[in-house]
Each structure stands twice: as C-alpha cells, then as structure tokens.
C-alpha cells in the first residue's frame, strides 16, 4: 500500500467513525418511538413511528419527514431543535380518499392528517422496497401492518 493510499484510508476511516457517532448520539437522545396520532378518534389502532430505528438503522435524515410549509425538507436540522408534529399542519381529521379526493390538489389532501401521513410514510416505503427487493428486506406497506388490530381492554 503506497503512503498516498494509506492515508486516504484513514481519513475515510475517521471520517465514517465521526458520521457513525453523530448518528448514534443523535439517536441517543430523539425520541424512540412516535404516537401518530391526532385528537380525533382513530378507526385503526395508531401508528407508531420508530423514531430511532429509523433514524440510526436506516439512516432516514430529518429532511425525509419534516419540512417547511411548502413542503421542502428542512435540512439544517440537528438534535434538540424544536419540530411541529404532523398535526400542528396537517390538522383536519381523517383521510379523504376515493369520491370524496377526487380533484382535489395534493396540497388539499394532505391538509387531512391522515392523508399526509400515509403520504409520507408508504411513499418512503414503497421507495424503501424498490431499492432493497433484491436483499430480501421489505418495509411495511399493508395497513394492518402498521395498524393492528385494537385488542379488548
């Protein structure tokens, strides 16, 4: 290994380590897991977003899901800076879809909560499968799978 070649190594060596500690910190201390709910009552049970997972374990940045009012990812993020829950924007109840989505902009769909939030989520999913179908991982894409059944309490 030639000098030159050795210390390229190293300074991607640090450099990776640096990123990795970054990630792991920041995990450390964002939430582990997201209630996405709304004050609304729910016909599923709630999703539950893994925070962590998805930050540490799929490298998600913050930009993938917190953006700015028109929609641009926010990417200058870092850790303990305040972010608007979904429903701070994305206030009406429920979800409109067939008939009643007919028309309308996805500006206006996605006013509706639960709208955006599939929106959110099952696109990065369906995107998630697309790039990995060869690896045999697959990211949720079925309601149920991200909504089990409510259990009698």
């Not at 792991?24 to 709630?46: C, F, Q, R």
């Not at 829950?85 to 979800?95: A, L, Q, R, T």
């Amino acid at each position: 290994m030639t000098r030159k070649s050795y210390w390229a190594l190293m300074i991607v060596s640090v450099m990776t380590l640096f990123l990795l500690s970054v990630g792991a910190i920041y995990a450390a201390s964002a939430p582990v897991e997201i209630k996405m709910a709304s004050p609304y009552e729910h016909k599923k049970s709630i999703a539950v977003f893994t925070h962590q997972k998805h930050v540490v374990d799929y490298r998600i940045t913050c930009g993938q899901c917190h953006h700015d009012d028109k929609g641009q990812p926010l990417t200058n993020l870092k850790d303990g800076d305040p972010v608007k829950k979904c429903f701070d924007c994305h206030n009406k109840p429920g979800e409109l879809k067939g008939k009643e989505a007919k028309g309308l902009a996805d500006k206006e769909l996605r006013a509706y909560h639960a709208n955006a939030v599939h929106d959110n989520c099952v696109g990065c999913h369906k995107k998630y499968n697309k790039e990995n179908k060869d690896k045999g991982k697959s990211a949720p894409q079925k309601c149920e799978e991200c909504h089990p059944k409510k259990t009698q309490e």
